[in-house]
Structure formats: C-alpha cells, structure tokens
C-alpha cells in the first residue's frame, strides 16, 4: 500500500511539474474624461493564474507610476484608485488656479511587439500632461518569461555587454548622421560615455533600440528609435 501511494504521489508531482503553462492577451481599456482626460489601452495577461498576475503586477505598477503626480513618490492603492487620484490631484489644481484653461491629459498605450517560447516583449508609451510647456512622452519596454512571468532585464538578455555596445553605437552613429538637425554624438548622452539604453525591445524584424528623451538628448531631439537585423546581435544575446 506504501508502494502504491509513493508511486501515485511521484506521479501527480510529474504531471504537476509538466503542466502546460498558458498565457494570452485581452485589451484593458480606460477612458474617462470627466475629469482630466484619461485614456488607457493596453494588454492585460490571461491564462495560468500564477503567471499572467506576474507579467499585470509589472505593467499596472509602471503604469500606476507614469500617472502619480502626488508629492509622495509611492502610491499603495490600485490603478483605479491611481486613475482617481490623478483626477482628485486635477481638480485641486484646478481650485488653486481657476485661471488654467488646459485639461490635463494621460495617455497610456501598450501593445505586444514580440512573443515566442521564450520571450514575451511589450511596449508602454506614456503621455502626460499637467498643464506645463509641454507633455512628456516615454516608451518603456517589458521583456517577460512566459513559464513564470518574471520581468527579464537588460542583464538577463544580454550575454556580451560589450560587444553588443558596439554594434548598438555603430548603428546609434548612422542614425544621428540621418537626422536633418545637426546633431553629434558628442551632443548626445550629455558629454558622458556611451549608454545602452534603460530597456531593450522585441520584435520580428529585430532588436529595438530606443531612447527617450532625456535619457540620451533633449526633449527637442525627441526619441530615437531604430532596429538590429538578429543577425547582427545573436551572439550576443541570451534570448533569440
């Protein structure tokens, strides 16, 4: 009886431990306007419950602090309570200078640029706008595992720094050379060395290389966006 029990418990732990993990994608939608103008889409994980909470957790939590404009830098509540916040923080500004005519406005948009067994990648563009000289504009990229749903970050992908520098600078040159304002590389990071950028991204055609504004110029530079044929940078990855 002992046996029997061992060998069916050593069973269900294999059948446990092979469980096929699924993961698809909704599109979470957000729009009000009653307030400030509010507009969110984006992709929301379904599927294995373990996973999909993982890969929601990671992109509410950066949405959440896109839209936090309140003087504590943390916000404990959910994204709803974040959307209500924003519009409470609206409308105080709106009792202080009755004067302001523009609303304030924030955008999210996200879309799915990559997926395979073993890398889900996603994009968030932000757009926020409190009333100041302009909006602000920033694309962050998200790079999952699709059996577990932890975020993979830039040291997860990469498995020769070095050498992917390289490539990304050499391209990096090509595209500020094509631009139609006079900018140089020693415009760029602000006099400081060569930086990769804060995320990478996936997509068919290649590695995305994006910087904000910010991050590599001035906001007039706008972003730099532009894409490595795998080719190119499969020896230095971890994840084709």
């Not at 504009?137 to 020769?160: C, H, I, K, Y």
């Amino acid at each position: 009886m002992k046996k029997a029990s061992l060998l069916l418990f050593t069973l269900l732990l294999l059948i446990s431990c092979t469980k096929e993990v699924k993961v698809d994608f909704s599109e979470e939608i957000i729009e009000t306007s009653e307030g400030a103008d509010i507009a969110f889409n984006f992709p929301k994980a379904t599927g294995t419950a373990e996973v999909t909470k993982r890969i929601n957790q990671t992109l509410e939590n950066h949405i959440v602090k896109q839209i936090n404009v309140s003087e504590s830098e943390t916000f404990d509540g959910n994204l709803y309570d974040a959307v209500a916040q924003f519009n409470h923080e609206y409308q105080r500004f709106k009792n202080n200078f009755p004067e302001a005519a523009q609303p304030w406005e924030a955008f999210i948009d996200g879309e799915i640029t990559y997926r395979s067994p073993e890398i889900i990648s996603i994009a968030i563009t932000s757009y926020l706008d409190t009333g100041g000289a302009h909006g602000n504009s920033s694309v962050r990229f998200f790079n999952f595992n699709p059996q577990t749903g932890e975020q993979l970050l830039t040291n997860d992908l990469l498995a020769n720094t070095k050498g992917i520098s390289e490539v990304i600078k050499e391209k990096l040159i090509t595209a500020i050379k094509a631009e139609p304002n006079s900018t140089t590389m020693e415009d760029v990071f602000f006099g400081k060395d060569f930086q990769l950028p804060e995320t990478l991204g996936y997509s068919d055609e290649g590695l995305i290389i994006l910087y904000n504004p910010y991050e590599i110029a001035s906001y007039s530079q706008g972003i730099v966006e532009f894409t490595i044929p795998y080719e190119a940078v499969t020896s230095f990855l971890k994840i084709n």
